[in-house]
């Protein structure tokens, strides 16, 4: 099928496009600027647009199979400024506006629109509570961004689409993202839990990540939220001790919560919240996680990265021999 993705040269539309193309599907990656898009699955189609309607490629979403939309101005990019809020927030607008047109355009409307989001649309409140996709809405900024977001496309459903609504948490790569500049004071011996260490990491490997958007394009009775996280979140302070076991390096040098306000400002909670969100839809439909544990996924990413530089990660042939483990081979 013919499946149109917006924000698909991002971490997640990568190699989401290039596990859709192995499927057999026709994957075309809407930008803002094709030319300068670089290094993209050979297969994936780009199709210019303007991020904000449906000129020049609304005909493409007719008798398409899915549109997945990703795109929005990077959260944790820069600090908080008003400006920057506001770009945040007006990109998502721009884009789910953008989608309805088209939707609304196509004599015969897509099977499947796949709706970003994250599992901040829950806010900071909640605790230690097992957060799932049940759980209303939290009332700071994140939570308002992301309830926008899902709003933006919520008509589609008046238009006989399927709507699948993805809660992404912290999406574990080497390609990009968090895990790259966490793993780094690690390395340099100066790794250790951000503030408290206690607030919630609601974690994901990329490849499950990539599985479970497959999932739930296939499945007919995949509708609503969906949390994607796995299903064994961990504390900050957890992940940290994890990362610093499998690098072989110490874990008790602390970032404090005052130290990262100043640095980030606001943007600081990204780093200093959390939620201990549980996939429990996923879990519920029959979706089995390659990486349940945390121990697992990093280890699968630096055993790749150090193979990736010509080396082993230190310990890595004694530790965490679990089923997660083995079923990544």
Sequence with gaps: MRVLISGGAGLIGRPLSQALLADGHEV???????????????GVKLQKWDGKSADGWGSLADGAGAII?????????????TERKQLIRQ????????????IAAATAKPGVLIQASAVGYYGTQSGDAQ?????????DFLSKICFDWEASTAPASKFGVRRAVIRTGVVLSNEGGAFPKQVLPFKLFAGGPVGSGKQWYPWIHIDDEVRAIQFLLQNEKAT??????????????EFGKIVGEVLGRPSFVPAPGFAMKAVFGEMSVVLLEGQRAIPQKLLNQGFKFKYETAQAAVRALLDTSAHANGSATPGAENKDKSPATASKE
């Design 28 to 42: 075309i990656v809407l930008s803002r600027q094709p030319e300068k898009v670089k290094d993209m699955p050979a």
């Design 69 to 81: 939309n990703l795109a929005g101005a990077g959260i944790a990019d820069q600090r908080w400024s």
């Design 91 to 102: 990109s998502r607008l721009d884009v789910g506006r953008a989608v309805m047109e088209a």
């Design 131 to 139: 957060i799932t996709e049940s759980f209303s809405p939290g009332g």
């Design 224 to 237: 609503g939220p969906f949390n994607l996280t796995a299903p064994n979140p961990v504390t900050n302070q």
